[in-house]
């Protein structure tokens, strides 16, 4: 490619799968990342599957910041709920993301404090993200299901309606939990990228959890959304 690319940056195969269709496999070699490169709604972009976790995240990231020098990231996938009673399909748009398992007390002064940079929360890009909000809700249809708030990440799948409270309790700002977001969002900040993201909501983050129930979710229903979303967001960029 010769113009600078958006990054598309996906944790998991299942999320990305209507996006890939539309684009073929990378000729650039890479640390065993599956990476595709194309034009959508005639945008370069490259799209990478990270794998689960803050560290494959954040490695992949960095590998596609040193590799192609991408104009933006936009990052999307399924997340867990905070709270029992909603039902799947919640649409958060980051505000921010945290590291939730970050504790290098006494070493910083709070839990989640990045020491390096000496922040909790790495604000996303604010216009990338009003432009993202804005192609989601008109995907959806209704404002009313789409809303912004703090993205908690960490390297643990919260199943559990104690442990998901209590990481609430320290972050009562969080809007959702997913594995990758804060990985990326660091790796961007220091890179200089500006990032936004995407999170659907798959289960409840508690006892109710069921991984199979989740799978469904995230190939019948949120990657054709997160499909119709990125190329109503690539449209306005």
């Known amino acids: 490619m010769t113009k600078r690319p958006v990054a598309l940056i996906f944790a998991l195969a299942l999320e990305a799968q209507a ?32 794998g689960v976790g803050k ?12 590799s192609f020098h991408p104009l933006s990231i936009i990052t999307a996938g399924i997340a867990g709920a905070t709270d029992s009673d909603a039902p799947p399909g919640r649409l958060i748009i980051a505000s921010g993301a945290l590291q939730r398992d970050m504790d290098a007390r ?3 002064a709070a839990r989640g404090t990045i020491p390096s940079l000496g922040i909790v929360t790495l604000p996303a890009d604010p216009a990338l993200t009003d432009k993202l909000r804005q192609a989601t809700e008109r995907v959806v249809g209704n404002r009313h299901l789409v809303r912004s708030g703090v993205v908690l ?8 309606r104690e ?12 809007a959702c939990f ?17 990032w936004a993201a995407l999170r659907m909501t798959s289960d409840a983050a ?21 499909e ?9 960029l």
């Open 106 to 108: 006494p070493f910083t």
């Open 55 to 66: 560290v494959a995240s954040a490695l992949a990231t960095q590998f596609i910041c040193d």
């Open 163 to 174: 442990v998901r409270d209590g990481i609430l309790r320290d972050f009562p700002d969080g």
């Open 206 to 226: 508690d006892e109710s959890f069921n991984l199979e129930e989740v799978v469904g979710f995230g190939v019948n229903t949120a990657a054709d959304l997160i």
């Open 178 to 194: 997913d594995m990758e977001t804060a990985a990326i969002a660091q790796v961007a900040r220091q890179n200089d990228v500006p």
């Open 228 to 236: 119709q979303v990125v190329l109503a967001l690539l449209k306005e």
């Open 153 to 160: 990440t960490g390297d643990q799948i919260v199943s559990s």
């Open 19 to 50: 996006l890939v269709r539309h684009l073929t496999a990378s000729a650039v070699e890479s640390p065993q990342l599956a990476i595709c490169e194309g034009l959508l709604e005639g945008k370069p972009v490259v799209l990478v599957i990270t």
